[in-house]
């Protein structure tokens, strides 16, 4: 093992890790500060390296949905900033009481919140989780490792050198934020067995390297499950806002992961909004895949297979079913969602409820955009993913989320009869 190894830098992040857990509250926000800081004097510099992975990135084709992930403008430099800023600005988590109480004896016990110690990211094609995530890592007491995939490596090396240095700057160990990209899968595969090192992963990406990291890893793993989400169009949905949720939740910003993938109609309210929606769509510029009775009642529809229903498209591209009951609709989400974000469009009061209390998902919505399964949204700052597990958390992932807790017992000389 060279001087060079991941395990020596995952060292690195463990020693940092103590001094980050113990930083003030206003240390961790002028540290961040600091970094929102360098990110804009430096987005010159950020953008000349992005548009190396871009034309890389075109070169090999990696798709649309995967380019506008990966893109890094002045603009969105600047957003980045601003979330590290709120991000400073959020509560700090670290501390916090979840609960205690008073023995009889006299024994004040409180279970407290704490930093998990060093966090890891495998992710891919994303330099803005880069930045979020050593954010939130550090504005919760803890240190960070990334694998940012060679996708963004360019971009990844300047953001991780620039948050390096405005943390020397400010007096902050530096080794607190750590990249493993440059040993490429090595890297990848060693942060799955650094147990004991690193405390928590969390991946984010395709299913396919989420499933990889759930089932390599020694090291407990917050899974970020695929979004293959859902809106359902009950009876009693109002037209127009059958089409507003509907396009807005497949368009909005149809490359990430709480974009909706399928349409699913009552059949009684079939022949009301099938054209419709399908129009609005169309003209959103997205294709639709329908089963045969949404082919009948609407034109320019793709036949749509068996595998649409199961696809995570991230494009421009719906499959979109009609079906005889609500009964039928929450059986097609429990085959084939992937329990991150479903909604459903009606008046029905009944209806609704049984949506909301039977649909296993992270976020379930009535009338409202599947878009809003968002950290920022929901008011956490940058997240670190959205997590479709059922322990520890659930839902977007913001600070809270980045800790574990510990029992602090205060007594004076008690000693268990």
């Not at 007491?141 to 090396?157: E, F, K």
């Not at 379930?364 to 993913?385: I, K, L, P, Q």
């Amino acid at each position: 093992m060279t001087a060079d190894a991941p395990e020596i830098r995952f060292a690195r992040a463990k020693a940092a890790a103590k001094q980050i857990a113990r930083l003030t509250s206003r240390e961790k926000a002028d540290a961040l500060g600091a970094i929102a800081d360098a990110l804009v004097a430096g987005s010159a510099r950020i953008v000349e390296a992005n548009s190396e992975d871009l034309d890389r990135g075109r070169a090999n084709g990696i798709g649309d949905s995967l380019l506008d992930r990966l893109a890094l403008t002045t603009e969105r430099v600047g957003a980045l900033a601003d979330a590290t800023r709120d991000v400073a600005r959020l509560a700090d988590p670290v501390g916090e009481v979840v609960r205690g109480q008073r023995l009889p004896n006299g024994l004040r016990l409180e279970e407290v919140r704490v930093p998990f110690g060093v966090v890891g990211a495998i992710y891919e094609a994303r330099p803005n989780v880069t930045v979020d995530i050593a954010s939130l890592a550090l504005r919760s007491g803890n240190a960070v490792v990334l694998r940012g995939g060679s996708a963004a490596a360019s971009s990844n090396t300047v953001l991780v050198d620039i948050m390096r240095e405005a943390l020397r700057s400010c007096g902050v160990d530096p080794e607190a934020i750590q990249t493993v990209d440059e040993f490429g899968r090595v890297g990848a595969n060693a942060m799955m067995t650094a147990r004991g090192l690193i405390d928590v992963l969390v991946p984010r990406g395709s299913a396919n390297l989420i499933e990889t990291v759930v089932t390599s890893s020694t090291v407990p793993v917050i899974e970020t499950g695929a979004g293959n989400v859902h809106v359902v169009l009950d009876s009693s949905a109002p037209e127009e806002m059958a089409r507003e949720i509907t396009v807005n939740s497949k368009t909005h910003r149809p490359s990430v992961c709480n974009s909706a993938e399928s349409v699913l109609v009552l059949r009684d309210a079939a022949e009301r909004l099938v054209p419709g929606v399908v129009a609005a769509l169309q003209q959103a510029g997205v294709t639709v895949h329908g089963d045969q009775t949404v082919q009948d009642l609407a034109n320019g529809v793709v036949p749509a297979t068996d595998d649409d229903w199961a696809t995570e498209y991230l494009t421009l591209d719906i499959a979109m079913r009609v079906v005889d009951t609500l009964d039928d609709a929450l059986d097609h989400i429990d085959r084939y969602s992937t329990h991150h974000t479903e909604t459903i469009v009606t008046s029905d009061v009944a209806n609704a409820e049984r949506f909301l209390a039977e649909v296993d998902s992270a976020a379930v919505y009535v009338n409202a955009s599947t878009r809003f399964t968002d950290g920022g949204e929901y008011g956490f700052g940058a997240e670190v993913g959205i997590s479709t597990q059922k322990l520890h958390a659930r839902g977007p992932m913001g600070l809270p989320e980045l800790t574990s807790t510990k029992w602090i017992g205060r007594g004076a000389g008690q000693v268990r009869a």
